[in-house]
């Protein structure tokens, strides 16, 4: 059993920044990726990052690439997510969730298994 719990979510402006942990715990494998995604009211959760727990490959949607940044501290289990030049629409709740693995790295498809509660991210114009 793996425990996901997601922080650092707020009310910004447009322009602002944002820094999201992703806590993780519990049986943890070997290797593992995490990914970071987000769903806004009405719209479908998509998946916009992901980080690979040995080699620290990561991947970005087009959408955030450039303003997002995935990191992780393995000593920690902790996965951030920084993001910057908020804009009106990343507005969502994110959440963090183990996702597959591919022989070149992360993808953003979670495995479904596990999920955190999310954190809300709220931009202003």
């Known amino acids: 059993q793996v425990r996901l719990v997601e922080s650092g979510g707020g009310l910004v402006q447009t322009g602002g920044s944002l820094r999201l942990s992703c806590a993780v715990s519990?049986?943890?494998?070997?290797?593992?990726?995490i990914g970071w995604f987000r769903q806004a009211p009405g719209t479908e959760r998509e998946g916009v990052a992901c980080?690979?727990?040995?080699?620290?490959?990561?991947l970005y949607i087009d959408s955030v690439r450039g303003r997002f940044t995935i990191s992780r501290d393995n000593s920690k289990n902790m996965v951030y997510l920084q993001i910057n030049s908020l804009k009106p629409e990343d507005s969502a709740i994110y959440y963090c969730?183990?996702?597959?693995?591919?022989?070149?790295?992360?993808?953003?498809?979670?495995?479904?298994?596990?999920w955190g509660q999310g954190t809300q991210v709220a931009v202003s114009t």
């Open positions: 969730s183990i996702v597959f693995l591919l022989a070149g790295g992360c993808t953003v498809v979670s495995t479904g298994d596990y």
């Open positions: 519990g049986s943890i494998p070997d290797v593992y990726g």
């Open positions: 980080i690979e727990s040995a080699d620290e490959t990561t």
